[in-house]
């Protein structure tokens, strides 16, 4: 049985994008695969698994050497088991930078593609046997590319992701606007979360200068709730830091439908991190940065210490 | 104008598949592109250029940092410039297992396939649009499989690859086997090298145990012809392996026609990989071993010391 899996800490599409591919194998090319994941799903993740039918996915937490495994949505060994390089990796499919490190004892299928999103690969991969996908399957790809794009306004949206959402969403007969809505307040209920794990929930490492950091991304349709705990936030980015061998969290809450994001500053660091990066001023304990919502497109190829 | 280039020491799908990636990305695409060489192209190549009209591309030494690169036939650093890093690398189009060290700055375009051939590869990429390829792109795409899959005979020819490659011939009213036949007796003529030339020719460095090895193959339809010249090679070996930093050259002979494939056994340490891993015993300072005609497929994977 070949396991499917995105990376820690699931998102929509890391958790949508397993079980699409875990149905194409098991159903059209007759090869028994399981969706599985490294983690529990996002809050909104959990919303698109239950309005489309789909029990959640058994949470894995290491791969067996030897055992065939397909790695979705990633090809960055940080963001996976240790021993991923000890198991069959039979496939990648992803749309990230490729970081290198995942290794292969044979050549295998490796499909990267600028897309804004794992799903809409997937769609043309599948191609003419997308006409036997299930309704469910076909909902999980208008969800995770809708979740990518952020309903389109990311700049990581491409005229493909665009195309396949609008057609799915035809198909489907739903209204795309509308699902995104609910999507979107169920990603923006953080109420259950602590502070820490706010703080990890959407995080990726990355050195700039002599500083390594951990960049924490929270998309939200509601950010005055998580600004309102800006400072019990603030208080718990030491630990969250020091966790991962960050020397400090930047912590960035997206408005989705304002369009912009605003950083915290919680030190001088962030703050000359944050007035050279993205060109401001910084003069409180936090800085709204207009038209910023991607961290692959608008953050990590801008920062600069 | 982006640079289109396979691995050093150009084999003919390290020659052929940059022409008809380039061809494809100027004419289709409309992206003006230009194929290039990190090396003499070896003699079928040569061949294999001249029948199908086309010039011998330039070579290059190195990459211009941020200058547009398409990577083919290699995703391993070790075959490329030193600089690649530096590139801006648009695309990676390669039938190797991924050897992890190619990084890149955003998502791009990579597409890993096992087949026996990159262009095998491209001829899927490019789809319909191949109807609008000149009879010199096609036949280039039928030469590099003819050579790759050493006219099918190799293990690791997939039925994608004989498909493409009878389609191809079909439609340029080609007779496959005479052709092969012209292309391996053009690989076959090698008086003109020298015997470090040849050891380099076709050579991958590998680890077994504690040893490096820089293991080369010679595909050849005359093997009495280099297996003449047996002791030349033998003392040309040490200096070409610390060319490389590896301890010791193994040479495997490929006999095309017979399928087999000798190797040449110089040392105690070569005796003890060639026992182990062939399961044979060898007695002179040669042995054969049937069947084996891939380096990726049966002598890689299986040595051990």
Redesign the interface.
């Known amino acids: 049985m070949i396991q499917v899996f995105g990376h820690y800490s699931p998102d929509t599409d890391s958790t949508g994008s397993p079980l699409i591919w875990a149905w194409y194998l098991s159903d059209i090319k007759k090869t028994p695969a399981e969706a599985v994941l490294l983690g529990t799903p996002n809050t909104e993740a959990k919303f698109v698994l239950e309005h489309w039918g789909f029990a959640q996915p058994r949470i894995i937490n290491d791969v067996t050497a030897g055992a065939p495994v397909v790695i979705v949505d990633t090809n960055n060994p940080d963001e996976l088991p240790a021993g991923i390089n000890s198991a069959d990796i039979q496939a990648?499919i992803?749309?990230?930078?490729?970081?290198?490190?995942?290794?292969?004892?044979?050549?295998?299928?490796?499909?990267?593609?600028?897309?804004a999103c794992t799903a809409t690969i997937m769609h043309d991969l599948i191609g003419a046997d997308m006409a036997q996908a299930p309704r469910g399957v076909k909902g999980l790809m208008l969800s995770c590319i809708l979740s990518d794009t952020l309903e389109f306004r990311s700049p990581t949206t491409t005229p493909t992701d665009r195309a396949v959402a609008e057609a799915l969403a035809a198909d489907l007969g739903v209204d795309m606007h509308d699902l995104a809505a609910q999507m979107f307040a169920a990603k923006s209920d953080v109420s259950a979360f602590s502070d820490a794990e706010l703080l990890k929930m959407d995080a990726k490492k990355y050195a700039v200068g002599d500083k390594t950091f951990r960049i924490s991304v929270l998309e939200t349709t509601s950010p005055a709730q998580i600004l309102a705990r800006k400072d019990a936030l603030v208080a718990a980015m030491p630990e969250v830091a020091a966790e991962d061998g960050a020397d400090e969290v930047m912590l960035f809450v997206v408005d989705i439908l304002k369009e912009e994001a605003t950083l915290l500053v919680p030190s001088p660091v962030i703050r000359a991190v944050a007035e050279k990066s993205f060109n401001v001023t910084v003069t409180g304990d936090s800085v709204v940065l207009p038209g910023v919502m991607s961290r692959?497109?608008q953050i990590i190829?801008v920062l600069s210490l």
């Open positions: 990648i992803d749309h990230h930078k490729l970081v290198g490190g995942l290794e292969t004892k044979g050549p295998i299928d490796i499909t990267i593609r600028p897309l692959k497109k190829p």
